[in-house]
């Protein structure tokens, strides 16, 4: 049975998504700071494409949020502003890392960011064999970037409880809604119970 008489736009549909994908991958770039802060071998030098992994996961995570995806949208702009300095200037550089490092690659800005510490290093085994490895951008604090991540995710919560509390305000209008799970639909009447979604 769909539940008829939910008030909400489209726009509303598509906020509360872009909220729900957000809230996912920063709740994964999470578990990602996580890990990397109680894994010793991640600053060893033996375990570079660890780090680099790492890294990579947390960035896209984090920022994928701030792109315009096909049929979704980005986040309010009111997510890339700040009060404090230290959260701009982590958030501003998670972006960057995404578009010139980890998401795309622009060599001659990592070059000119990093100088000589990018390298790019080839070993030949004497069977011929090669190994390769390139010497290059990593997070430098993951604990400062899961305290930025924690500070968004609560302005998220804040603001996906606005619009579901908009939504839900007049309960004339959601007779149909009870407790309970429901799977979030494009089209009117926008939401259907998971049992009957299966």
């Known amino acids: 049975m769909l539940v008829s008489h939910v008030c909400m736009s489209e726009a509303d549909v598509k906020q509360l998504k872009r909220f729900m994908w957000a809230e996912q991958s920063w709740r994964g770039a999470c578990k990602l700071c996580e890990l990397a802060m109680s894994l010793p071998q991640i600053n060893d030098s033996s375990e570079k494409d660890l780090r680099y992994s790492v890294s990579a996961g947390i960035i896209m995570s984090y920022a994928r949020s701030f792109k315009e995806g096909v049929g979704m949208g980005m986040l309010p702009d009111s997510f890339g502003c700040f009060e404090r300095s230290d959260y701009k200037e982590g958030h501003d550089r998670l972006i960057e890392f995404r578009d010139k490092v980890y998401g795309h690659k622009d060599e001659q800005w990592e070059h000119s960011l990093l100088g000589e510490q990018k390298k790019y290093f080839l070993s030949i085994a004497g069977d011929y064999t090669c190994k390769v490895f390139v010497q290059g951008s990593s997070i430098e604090s993951y604990k400062s970037i899961l305290e930025l991540v924690n500070f968004q995710r609560g302005r998220l919560m804040k603001q996906k409880e606005l619009l579901i509390n908009r939504m839900l305000e007049n309960k ?13 639909i494009s089209e009117s009447p926008y939401f259907i119970p998971i049992s009957e979604a299966d």
């Open 172 to 184: 004339i209008k959601y007779k149909g809604l009870k407790p309970g799970g429901y799977e979030i």
